[in-house]
């Protein structure tokens, strides 16, 4: 079992920036491959992005690429999400997940098994 603790959310203003953090505890994970999803009112959960715990592979939704970067710090057990220049639309629950199946970076939330209790990013214009 994997337990998931996020943090970092917040009231910002657009333009503004924020860091999520993940702290990971529990078993084994340097295989794991670890994601951050989002769910904003009244729409599906979708992803945002994903890393490899081992080698650092990264994937972005489009819609986030060249704004947000994902990295984590071994020695904390912990994944960051740097989110810059955010929009409006970026407001949601952030969510914090690990898959643990080894298969690669994904981005389907059906690969992940392991979630945190969210923390909520609201972004204001």
């Known amino acids: 079992q994997v337990q998931l603790v996020e943090s970092g959310g917040g009231l910002v203003q657009a333009g503004d920036s924020l860091r999520l953090s993940c702290a990971a505890s529990g078993r084994t994970f340097t295989s794991y491959v670890m994601g951050w999803f989002r769910q904003a009112p009244g729409k599906e959960r979708e992803f945002v992005s994903a890393i490899r715990w081992s080698g650092g592979d990264t994937l972005y939704a489009h819609s986030v690429k060249d704004r947000f970067t994902l990295f984590r710090d071994s020695a904390k057990n912990t994944v960051y999400l740097q989110m810059n220049s955010l929009k409006p639309e970026d407001t949601a629950v952030y969510y914090c997940?690990?898959?643990?199946?080894?298969?690669?970076?994904?981005?389907?939330?059906?690969?992940?098994?392991?979630w945190g209790q969210g923390t909520q990013v609201t972004v204001s214009s």
């Open positions: 997940a690990a898959d643990r199946s080894a298969w690669g970076v994904r981005s389907e939330i059906r690969h992940y098994d392991f």
